[in-house]
Every structure is written in structure tokens, then in C-alpha cells.
């Protein structure tokens, strides 16, 4: 029997990745023609919180069909966390991810303030996110505070089911998981609110990087033709340290709205 509490709003990790599109920029496929998208209480660029997923402004302009697997893994971590949900339904979503992947996820989990309900048999995953375990045990199902290795101790202290210690890791019954966030006290890192010049400085940037990146644009059009190499090389030379020199303004800005970004309150 399965209860569904009210109000109930659930994201789910997809294996397949079906939800992504392959001809869409990966821009495209999390902000769905929006510039900016409200992650919790915040509002984003599409490309500032990209970046948070370790794509950088070019690979957020990219098609996905040109993805590896990895990064389409987190592109859709990408996806499900900027979704208004309440809570997350994940599958063995520790399939398949590299390392930073996979701390990228850990990270974001333990940060998430709703529920989780995932299954998984990679151990050192469960230990490191969940709050409570639900495991398979001859026939019924027992839940225990904690991961997988506070199962084990709880387990064995109760005269539960133990599991087999020859048998692989991916054999061990450990069940679907739910992960509560632990109340905390007053925090003295709390962020400030921005002062005037610093509101006014994150106003004007989404602005001011468009600016830029439209000239971007025009030279990478400019240097597409085919006259172009034609013209002196101090000419060229000239346009080629121009377009460098935008795209390291372009990184300093995006750089700059991100700090502004988490200084605020939310």
C-alpha cells in the first residue's frame, strides 16, 4: 500500500535519460527557453547553475548529442535539482558516474532540504547520504537509523538478517532509502544582505555578459569567412587577442555573479 502525502511534488533520476533532449543545448534542455530558472528560493542563470554541475559557459551552449555519458549523468542531476520538488526518487543513480559525478551528487543530497527515496548498492554511497534505511529481511521490511554500515551494527545487535560477508557488494539487500535534513542551530556564517553597490553591480552584470558575449559571437562570425585569414597576420593576430581578451572578461563576469549570487540571503 502506498500513501501519498499532500502536496506532494516528486522529482525522479531517470537511467535512460530520456528526458533529455539530444538536439537541444544543455542550456536548453534545464531552462526549457528561459534565461534564468528558481532553484529553491533563488533565482539563477541557466548558465551561472550550470557551472555549479562543472559545465562551463561553451558546454552549456553545446548540443547534448555531442555529450559524453558522464556529462549527460550530470546534466540530468542538473535537471532533476532545479525542478521544485519536495521530494527525490532515485534509482541506482550512482550507475555509470565518474567521481566528481558522484561527489557532486553526495554533495547536493545532503544539502537537499526534502526527502530522498533511493535504492542503491554501492555501500560507501548510502553511509555518506542517508538518514534511515529500509531493508529486505526474510520476507518483511525493517527500517533502521542510518546507512548501510549502521545497519549492519543494529542488525546484528537485534538479531536481524545478516548479510553474506562473502557475497559481492551488489548482492547485500540493502532497500530503498530515506534521507531526512538534521535540524540545526543558529548559524554565525550566515550570508549578508548585499549592500547597494554590490545589488546594483549584480543587476547590471546578466547585462553586461550578454554585451560580451554577443561580441563574441560577431568575431567567432567574423572569423568564420573565408577573407578572413586572408588580411595581414598583425591583423589577425589583433582580432584572435581580442577575442581572448572578451572571453576572459566573459569568465571574470560569470565569476563575479556567482560570488554576488551566494552572498545573498535566501
Same mark, same amino acid.
Given at each position: 500500500?502506498?500513501?501519498?502525502?499532500?502536496?506532494?511534488?516528486?522529482? /525522479?533520476?531517470?537511467?535512460?535519460?530520456?528526458?533529455?533532449?539530444?538536439?537541444?543545448?544543455?542550456?536548453?534542455?534545464?531552462?526549457?527557453?528561459?534565461?534564468?530558472?528558481?532553484?529553491?528560493?533563488?533565482?539563477?542563470? @541557466?548558465?551561472? +547553475?550550470?557551472?555549479?554541475?562543472?559545465?562551463?559557459?561553451?558546454?552549456?551552449?553545446?548540443?547534448?548529442?555531442?555529450?559524453?555519458?558522464?556529462?549527460?549523468?550530470?546534466?540530468?542531476?542538473?535537471?532533476?535539482?532545479?525542478?521544485?520538488?519536495?521530494?527525490?526518487?532515485?534509482?541506482?543513480?550512482?550507475?555509470?558516474?565518474?567521481?566528481?559525478?558522484?561527489?557532486?551528487?553526495?554533495?547536493?543530497?545532503?544539502?537537499?532540504?526534502?526527502?530522498?527515496?533511493?535504492?542503491?548498492?554501492?555501500?560507501?554511497?548510502?553511509?555518506?547520504? @542517508?538518514?534511515?534505511?529500509?531493508?529486505?529481511? &526474510? &520476507?518483511?521490511?525493517?527500517? +533502521?537509523?542510518?546507512?548501510?554500515?549502521? /545497519?549492519?551494527?543494529?542488525?546484528?545487535?537485534?538479531?536481524?538478517?545478516?548479510?553474506?560477508?562473502?557475497?559481492?557488494?551488489?548482492?547485500?539487500?540493502?532497500?530503498?532509502?530515506?534521507?531526512?535534513?538534521? *535540524?540545526?542551530?543558529?548559524?554565525?556564517?550566515?550570508?549578508?544582505?548585499?549592500?547597494?553597490?554590490?545589488?546594483?553591480?549584480?543587476?547590471?552584470?546578466?547585462?553586461?555578459?550578454?554585451?560580451?558575449?554577443?561580441?563574441?559571437? *560577431?568575431?567567432?562570425?567574423?572569423?568564420?569567412?573565408?577573407?578572413?585569414?586572408?588580411?595581414?597576420?598583425?591583423?589577425?593576430?589583433?582580432?584572435?587577442?581580442?577575442?581572448?581578451?572578451?572571453?576572459?572578461?566573459?569568465?571574470?563576469? /560569470?565569476?563575479?555573479?556567482?560570488?554576488?549570487?551566494?552572498?545573498? @540571503?535566501?
Amino acid at each position: 500500500t502506498v500513501r501519498h502525502g499532500t502536496n506532494l511534488e516528486i522529482a /525522479w533520476f531517470d537511467q535512460t535519460r530520456a528526458q533529455l533532449n539530444p538536439d537541444q543545448t544543455a542550456e536548453e534542455n534545464v531552462g526549457q527557453g528561459n534565461s534564468t530558472i528558481t532553484v529553491g528560493s533563488r533565482s539563477r542563470h @541557466v548558465i551561472g +547553475y550550470l557551472q555549479d554541475f562543472l559545465f562551463s559557459p561553451d558546454q552549456a551552449r553545446s548540443p547534448i548529442r555531442f555529450f559524453s555519458g558522464g556529462q549527460r549523468n550530470r546534466l540530468m542531476l542538473a535537471k532533476m535539482f532545479a525542478r521544485p520538488a519536495n521530494m527525490l526518487v532515485l534509482d541506482e543513480p550512482t550507475n555509470d558516474l565518474d567521481s566528481e559525478t558522484l561527489e557532486l551528487l553526495e554533495a547536493n543530497l545532503v544539502e537537499y532540504p526534502g526527502t530522498v527515496l533511493l535504492i542503491s548498492h554501492d555501500r560507501e554511497f548510502l553511509n555518506n547520504v @542517508v538518514g534511515s534505511t529500509l531493508v529486505f529481511e &526474510g &520476507g518483511i521490511v525493517r527500517e +533502521y537509523v542510518g546507512g548501510y554500515d549502521d /545497519w549492519l551494527r543494529q542488525s546484528q545487535h537485534q538479531g536481524g538478517v545478516k548479510p553474506n560477508a562473502s557475497a559481492p557488494s551488489h548482492d547485500s539487500s540493502a532497500g530503498p532509502v530515506g534521507k531526512k535534513m538534521a *535540524e540545526t542551530g543558529p548559524d554565525s556564517s550566515r550570508k549578508k544582505k548585499l549592500g547597494f553597490r554590490e545589488q546594483r553591480e549584480l543587476d547590471q552584470l546578466p547585462g553586461l555578459i550578454d554585451r560580451l558575449e554577443t561580441k563574441q559571437a *560577431e568575431i567567432h562570425a567574423m572569423m568564420a569567412t573565408d577573407d578572413f585569414y586572408r588580411q595581414p597576420a598583425e591583423k589577425i593576430a589583433e582580432v584572435a587577442a581580442q577575442l581572448e581578451k572578451i572571453s576572459n572578461e566573459i569568465g571574470l563576469a /560569470w565569476q563575479r555573479l556567482e560570488e554576488l549570487e551566494q552572498s545573498t @540571503v535566501h
